[in-house]
Nanobody, 113 residues
Framework: QVQLVESGGGLVQPGGSLRLSCAASGSLFRIITMAWYRQAPGKQRELVASITRDSDTNYADSVKGRFTISRDNAKNTVYLQMNSLKAEDTAVYYC???????WGQGIQVTVSS
């Protein structure tokens, strides 16, 4: 059974950067599409970015130009580089295997001065 473990969250000032990592178990990582979602307090979970097995990417309009999703198939890991962070990026971030109910445990990102 595939497990997803996120890391790299924390507290950062506005304008700062963080890199989230999501490590997946299992041998099928290289052929699956992965995504990052986030959920802010009182809001629905929303798609942030996704990446296919061929590294084609898709981003929410709110993060385009600031966030970059990438993957390292040799390490079974997907990353989310977040730059120019804003207070409205504060949320719990989750990684997901697209098309499944496989989710990581979630990791808190707080952008505040």
């Amino acid at each position: 059974q595939v497990q997803l473990v996120e890391s790299g969250g924390g507290l950062v000032q506005p304008g700062g950067s963080l890199r989230l990592s999501c490590a997946a178990s299992g041998s099928l990582f290289r052929i699956i599409t992965m995504a990052w979602y986030r959920q802010a307090p009182g809001k629905q979970r929303e798609l942030v970015a996704s990446i296919t097995r061929d590294s084609d990417t898709n981003y929410a309009d709110s993060v385009k130009g600031r966030f970059t999703i990438s993957r390292d198939n040799a390490k079974n890991t997907v990353y989310l580089q977040m730059n120019s962070l804003k207070a409205e990026d504060t949320a719990v971030y989750y990684c997901n295997i697209v098309g499944t109910t496989r989710w990581g445990q979630g990791i808190q990102v707080t952008v505040s001065s």
